[in-house]
């Protein structure tokens, strides 16, 4: 019965670089549920975040960058032979298992869930995207201009939301375009290039050399060594081929 399990041998060709997508499922409504502050819940992208490490730990791969709902993963070596299927999966299912575990984990969400009495199940999807260096840069520049775009249109609409309510709100953000929203929010004293690099550039989980010291007591002198250890950014900068560069994401020609 195996031979008829439908895309079972698809497969990413061994060698190749490949982007895994992760997009939580129905999310506009789990924030309903929660309850989560807008523009930016600080509380739910720490969940976000911490699920990425859990994930980086898990699958050691060269980047995850992250904003939304949305978890974009860089892998170099490719887990199961490559097998779509099982990459699709796998992926997807160990996000939703970490993140629901930080839903309940925490007072504030689980309370909330406990009084409406509301136990749905959280779920993401996933997808393979197989690219090349260049093409891998370009993607991860997009999505970091699409986190841009989604924190102006975040702190428009909601600021807009207070002044006309729901329905003008979103009429007058209507084909808007970013410079447009960034001066309709500057009118308001609102300095979008103020908001917290996380809400404007997204998070990021990256490996990142320490040093520790110690003590050789055979040969009874201090030594150094060097690990690496995932680190979450909060800060980053735009990316460019610096970046991928300097955080040994891509080789120095």
Not at 94 to 99: L, R, V, W
Not at 103 to 119: H, I, M
Request: contains cysteine; neutral net charge.
């Amino acid at each position: 019965m195996k031979d008829s399990e439908i895309y079972s041998n698809l497969r990413v060709p061994q060698g190749s670089r490949i982007i895994i997508r992760v997009d939580g499922r129905n999310f506009s409504k789990l924030a309903l549920r929660l309850d989560l502050e807008n523009p930016y819940d600080m509380d739910f992208v720490r969940m976000m975040a911490a699920s990425c490490k859990d994930l980086f730990i898990e699958f050691s791969p060269s980047l995850i960058y992250t904003f939304s709902d949305e978890i974009n993963i860089l892998l170099d070596e490719l887990p199961f032979s490559g097998r779509v299927e099982k990459l699709n999966s796998v992926f997807a299912s160990f996000i939703t298992g970490s993140f629901t575990r930080e839903v309940y984990q925490s007072e504030r969400f689980s309370k909330q869930l406990e009084k409406l009495n509301d136990y749905k199940s959280i779920s993401f999807d996933s997808r393979v995207i197989p690219i090349d260096t260049d093409g891998m840069m370009a993607y991860f520049k997009e999505k970091q201009n699409e986190a841009w775009g989604n924190c102006l249109n975040s702190y428009a609409y909601w600021t807009l939301l207070k002044e006309y309510g729901k329905e003008m709100a979103a009429q007058l953000l209507k084909g808007k375009k970013k410079q447009e929203l960034h001066d309709l929010l500057f009118k308001r004293d609102i300095h979008i290039t103020d908001a917290p690099t996380w809400q404007r550039r997204g998070v990021a989980v990256y490996r990142e050399k320490i040093t520790v010291e110690g003590y050789n007591p055979i040969k009874q002198e201090d030594v150094v060594s060097h690990r690496w250890k995932p680190y979450v950014d909060w800060d980053l900068p735009l990316f460019n081929r610096e970046f991928f560069l300097s955080k040994g994401i891509i080789p120095d020609e």
